[in-house]
Nanobody, 121 residues
Framework: QVQLVESGGGLVQAGGSLRLSCSAS????????MGWYRQAPGKQRELVTL???????NYADSVKGRFTISRDNAKNTVYLQMNSLKPEDTAVYYC???????????????WGQGTQVTVSS
């Protein structure tokens, strides 16, 4: 069984910063990528950023220059440093890992439970 546990959400004023963490635990053979998605009320879930094995990253245009993703491979943990937050960043942030349980299982998506980020104006 694999669990993704997120932490670090909360309420912050516009211009402020928050740091989210997501740790994957369980019987994990290999992690291909980890990333963050967000879903605002009435909107579809969207990709915020992801980091793949080897360190390559991808960011949504709306967060480039403000958000930074990093990963601690030894801890199966990914971090999202969010700076210069805007009210439009308000959403539930979900962690996703693409991982394999063993060498023959293939890679599948696993999701965290989500953490609320609220940015007040």
């Amino acid at each position: 069984q694999v669990q993704l546990v997120e932490s670090g959400g909360g309420l912050v004023q516009a211009g402020g910063s928050l740091r989210l963490s997501c740790s994957a635990s369980g019987s994990i053979f290999s992690i291909k990528s980890m990333g963050w998605y967000r879903q605002a009320p009435g909107k579809q879930r969207e990709l915020v950023t992801l980091i793949i094995t080897g360190g390559s990253t991808n960011y949504a245009d709306s967060v480039k220059g403000r958000f930074t993703i990093s990963r601690d491979n030894a801890k199966n943990t990914v971090y999202l440093q969010m700076n210069s937050l805007k009210p439009e960043d308000t959403a539930v942030y979900y962690c996703k890992a693409v991982l394999a349980l063993n060498y023959a299982s293939g890679y599948y998506n696993y999701w965290g439970q989500g953490t609320q980020v609220t940015v007040s104006s």
